[in-house]
Every structure is written in C-alpha cells, then in structure tokens.
C-alpha cells in the first residue's frame, strides 16, 4: 500500500548516486588479489565480461554475431591480456576474431590461449571489420599515447578504458582512441566520466570482478538519471545489468528505462543486491501551509541585471515553494511581481526557511552591503542559503575570521561558483592547493577543498558540476550532457531551485545541492534532448515543473 507521500512522488524522476573511484584506487584494490594468487581469475572475469559486451554489442548491431569480424588492438601488459582473452572467447562463439600487436611483447598465457582458440595475428587493422577492440592499455598508462587511425565505420569498443585517456582525470595525453563502449573492470573510474574522458569513452559497462570488500571509500557518487517506469507502484529497481547499463548511458539522445524490480520495499538497489541512495524531491504534506511549506527569500537583480531577478525567481516557483519573496530595488521588485504575481517583495527575512543571495547584483555597493547582511542573519539563525554570482566576493580572509563566522560559512550554505568564480576565490583566500588543482581542472580535488576552506557546501559549475560538503562525505558528480546550459542565466537558474529546494526539502544542503543540480540539467534535456543548444535560460522555467 502506497503512502499518500509515496503516491505524490511516484513519478518524480530519482537520481541514484553510483560510486566511482581512481584508477589508482581500483589498482590499490586488486593488489590484495595479485599478492593472493587470483590475478589470472580476475582477468578471466574481465575478459569473459568484455567478451559478454561485445557479443550483446555485436547482436545489436548486426542481428547475428556468428560470422562477425572483430580486430583487437593489443598492447604489452594486463589490459592487452584482456583482450587476448576476449578475443578468444569470442572464437569460441563464431566471431573470426583476430589480433593485432601493437607493441613487441604481449601477456603470453593469454597470447597462447588466443592461438589455442584458432586466433591469427596480424600486422594491419582492417577496413571492412565490424568491431574495433582497444586494448592496448588501461590503468596502467603512463607518458604520452600515439593513437593509430581506425577505420570511420567500425563500431570501437574500449577494455577498461580508452587508451590515451588519464584514469583519474579523463585528460587525453598525447592522442587518445575514441570509443563508442568502454566495458570497464571492477567499479566506475573517474577518468570515464570526467574532462575528455567523458566523450572518449562513450556509452558504459560495468563488470564486476568481485572486488567487492577490497574497494575502497569511493573518490565520489555519479548522480544519474533515473525515470520510473508510470503505472507501477514503489520505486525503481536497479536489479539487471542491463539496468545498470542503461543507467550508465552518457549520449543525450539516449531514453533511459530502467528494470523494475517486481518486489516491494522500492528502492533502488545495485547489482549486490545493496540499496542505492536515490536523490528524489518530494512534494508538499498534504496539511502543509505555504509558511510551513517553506519561504524562500530572494536578494537577487540589480537596475542593470533585472533578468537574474526574474529567473531566479521564476525558478524557484517552478521547482516549488510556500511562497517567494523578492528584496530588489523597486523597479527590479515591481518587474518581478508583474511577471510573476505570486511573488511577494519584502525587505525583511523573517519567515524565510531559506534564502537566494547574489543573482544579479552585478558591483551595486548597496546591493552588495544588503547581501552582507542577510548572509549574517543566515549564518546566526543557521537558515540554509544559496550564495551566488557576485555574493560570492564576499567570501573573504576577513569575513570567516569574524566572530560571528568562527571561520566556517557553515554547512547550510551553499556556494555556487563556476571555475572562474572558483579561482577568483581561492586567489582571495591565498590558496596555492586550491589554485593548482583549478588550474589542472582537478575539479574533484579543487571543489573539496574549497568546502573546507570555506566551511560550506561547494557546488563547482560546469559541463562536469562537482558538489562537495566540509567533512568526509564524498563528493558527488553530474556528468549527464546538458551542453545547451552554456548560455547566460542558467546560473541564475540554478540558485532558483537550490534556493526552493533547501526551503522546502528536508534534506541537508548538500543534498538539496545535488538534486538542484540534477534537476536543472534534466530540465535542460527535456527541453534539448540532442544538445543542439537552441534556447535560452527562461525556456528552463517551462519544464523545471515536469
Ligand atoms: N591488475 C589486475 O589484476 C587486473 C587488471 N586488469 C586489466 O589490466 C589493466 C592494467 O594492467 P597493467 O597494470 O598491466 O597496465 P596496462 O593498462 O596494460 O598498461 C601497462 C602496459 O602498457 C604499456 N604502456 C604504458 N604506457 C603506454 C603508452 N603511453 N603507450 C603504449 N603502451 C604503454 C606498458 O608497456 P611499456 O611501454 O612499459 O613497454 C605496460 O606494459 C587494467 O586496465 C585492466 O584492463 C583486469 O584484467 C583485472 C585484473
Ligand atoms: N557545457 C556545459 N554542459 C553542461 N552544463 C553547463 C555547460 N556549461 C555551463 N553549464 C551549466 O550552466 C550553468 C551556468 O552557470 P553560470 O556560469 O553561473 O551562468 P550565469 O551566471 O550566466 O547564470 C551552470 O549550472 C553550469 O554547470
């Protein structure tokens, strides 16, 4: 039976957090097993996944896999053995599947059991081939990558990761090979989902090696798109591989079903049979009053920036509040409540269960003392608050020695700059660790670290959003494409419905972060499935309700 709060949020899209670690981390994670014996079982897991992909690929792509012609680009070390093996499953299953030896020495018990199986080598990659494998190297780069030229019509599939592509940042080193899968081993890397790792390493796969207990804590949780199947009762059951695959999808034009587990008990769960955390707004108390509800307080627009006012605004109607009040000089007030009636412009805070600082102010001095003092009536009465734009160069040295800040802006805070605020920020703050990892687009180091500097969540914006808390709560990644959002006042947007989340959700700021982040970009989906980019920030306000 279904509770009246189930019943109202049984169609909201839910945003499960799946663990990612380093390359380093899963290597750290394997090593136990090596020293144990198991490195050839764990290899023969991986390559009978790889080869279970690439017969699902194959069978997708050609409606048989018998007869199929499949070329492996085999490099010197581990991630080569790999795909010897695969390629020798894949003889097994009628594929002609052949190898080419990209370097003088390969893994030669998975050499012999390719020739075993009938495989030939060859020195040349074949036009005609339905199926490029790369395995040339995976976690084990180091230096610079020379990516050999591959036929335009082959579909590319990587084993691990795509060689040339760093496995903890995603940057490319010398050249890299562009795979349309990445079947990867033992637990997502960050290096697939973050800088050109993302575009490099196209849709993913996940096979479990059975690392398990060895993994450590993850480097973060990748928020992904969940969309409950309408018509049926509890949550979403992530219960298949398929399930998963399909949650791991990254190409805009994909639709995402996901499995339904047939059981009670609704939610999500991995293929451990473990829960998943699952982001998931929920909708008002059906006893709620708009003041219970939550008001949110807006200080946003400026004489020269009225717009911000309007979409921020218009956000947070959208995303759902008790009620929204606007503090804005008056002409910027009135163009408000015209556009929106329901908004209500007040200079007093009181009732506010949270707050928009920062949206438009642009340097208004007055604006900007305005904004310094409701972020003290925030920080004293600890009401949740977005901090935003130009509210963000109040963040000093100076402010978080006060008394009244004790050095931390505290966690119901939540920062929202992109990386150019972010470096403005830390240059402030005179931090060298800050501006390195900025300035290598270490933005899973870089927005951790600006949550401990300041004592606030952090959310770093970008085509990859990082949100990261003070304290020893991983930091979590939004990396689902949503590239029409790199148009002025989506920002603005953003701190809307952080704003309307934090007052009305009860949930900690770091989650309301998240959601909004991940709401925001699905907003944009919808409205731009293929990422051509045709529209502007107020096209959001129309499906942020959806
Ligand atoms: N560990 C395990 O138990 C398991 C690991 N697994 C798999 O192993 C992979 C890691 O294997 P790994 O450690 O052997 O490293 P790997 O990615 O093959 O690269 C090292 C080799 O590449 C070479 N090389 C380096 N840089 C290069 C460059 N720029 N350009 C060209 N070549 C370059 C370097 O040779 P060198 O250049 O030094 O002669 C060296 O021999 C991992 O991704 C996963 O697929 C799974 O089977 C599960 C169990
Ligand atoms: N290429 C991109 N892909 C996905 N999201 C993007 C991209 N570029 C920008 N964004 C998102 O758009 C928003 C832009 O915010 P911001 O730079 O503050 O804009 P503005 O100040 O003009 O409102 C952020 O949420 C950011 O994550």
């Not at 136990?32 to 290899?43: H, I, N, R």
């Not at 040295?397 to 006060?402: R, W």
């Not at 925001?520 to 731009?528: E, F, I, Q, V």
Request: proline fraction near 5%; charged fraction near 20%; hydrophobic fraction near 40%.
């Amino acid at each position: 039976m279904l509770t009246q709060r189930d019943s109202q949020n049984r169609d909201e899209p839910g945003y499960p957090l799946i663990p990612v670690w380093t390359g380093e981390q899963i290597r750290a994670a394997e090593k136990p097993l090596l020293d144990a014996g198991e490195g050839e079982a764990l290899m023969r897991r991986a390559s009978w996944g790889l080869a279970a992909h690439i017969l699902q690929i194959l069978q997708a792509q050609r409606g048989s896999v018998y007869g199929a012609t499949v070329v492996g680009l085999i490099g010197s070390g581990n991630n080569g053995g790999d795909g010897l093996y695969a390629l020798a499953s894949l003889r097994r299953r009628g594929v002609d599947a052949r190898a080419v030896l990209l370097r003088p020495t390969c893994h030669t018990q998975a050499l012999t059991a390719f020739c075993q199986a009938g495989g030939q080598l060859q020195t040349t990659i074949d036009d005609g081939a339905d199926l490029i494998l790369d395995a040339v190297v995976g976690t084990g780069f180091s230096g610079s990558f020379d990516a050999p030229s591959l036929p335009q019509d082959s579909v590319v599939v990587a084993c691990d990761l795509p060689s040339g592509v760093d496995a903890e940042t995603g940057a490319v080193r010398g050249t890299a090979i562009r795979a349309d899968h990445t079947v990867t081993f033992g637990g997502l890397k960050t290096g697939l989902l973050l800088g050109q790792g993302r575009a490099f390493s196209g849709v993913l796969h996940t096979v479990d090696i059975g690392l398990g207990a060895h993994l450590p804590e993850p480097a973060g949780y990748v928020m992904s798109e969940l969309v409950d199947i309408p018509g049926t009762t509890g949550g979403a059951g992530i219960t298949t591989q398929a399930g998963v695959d399909n949650l791991l999808r990254f190409r805009p034009r994909d639709t995402r079903r996901i499995d339904h587990s047939s059981g009670s008990g609704g939610a999500a769960r991995n293929l451990a049979g473990e829960a998943v955390p699952v982001l998931r707004r929920r909708g008002p108390d059906a006893d709620a009053h708009k003041y219970s509800r939550g008001v949110l307080h807006l200080l946003v627009g400026s004489p020269r920036y009225p717009g911000a006012a309007q979409l921020s605004v218009g956000a947070a109607l959208a995303t759902g509040v008790g009620m929204a009040q606007v503090q804005a000089p008056d002409a910027v007030a009135q163009a408000v409540v015209n556009h929106w009636p329901e908004t209500v412009a007040s200079d007093q805070a009181e009732r506010a269960a949270a707050m928009v600082i920062g949206p438009g102010l642009g340097d208004d001095s007055q604006r900007l003392a305005q904004a310094e003092a409701l972020l003290q009536q925030s920080r004293r009465n600890a009401v949740p608050c977005v901090l935003d734009a130009s509210a963000l160069e109040l963040i000093t040295p100076e402010l978080l020695a006060d008394a009244g800040y004790a050095g931390s802006l505290g966690k119901h805070t939540v920062l929202t700059p992109h990386t150019g605020e972010a470096q403005k920020l830390a240059e402030r703050l005179g931090d060298l660790q800050l501006q390195d990892a900025l300035a290598e687009q270490k933005v899973l180091a870089a927005a951790p670290r600006l949550a401990q500097l300041t004592g606030a969540v952090v959310v770093l914006k970008g085509p990859v959003t990082v949100i990261a808390a003070p304290g020893d709560e991983p930091p979590l990644l939004h990396t689902e494409p949503a590239p029409g959002l790199a148009t002025a006042g989506t920002g603005d947007v953003l701190a809307g419905i952080i704003g309307a989340l934090l007052a009305t959700q009860e949930e900690s700021a770091r989650y309301c972060a998240a959601l909004g982040v991940a709401l925001h970009a699905a907003a944009a989906r919808r409205l731009d499935p293929r990422g051509h980019g045709r529209f502007g920030a107020s096209a959001l306000l129309g499906v942020l309700a959806d």
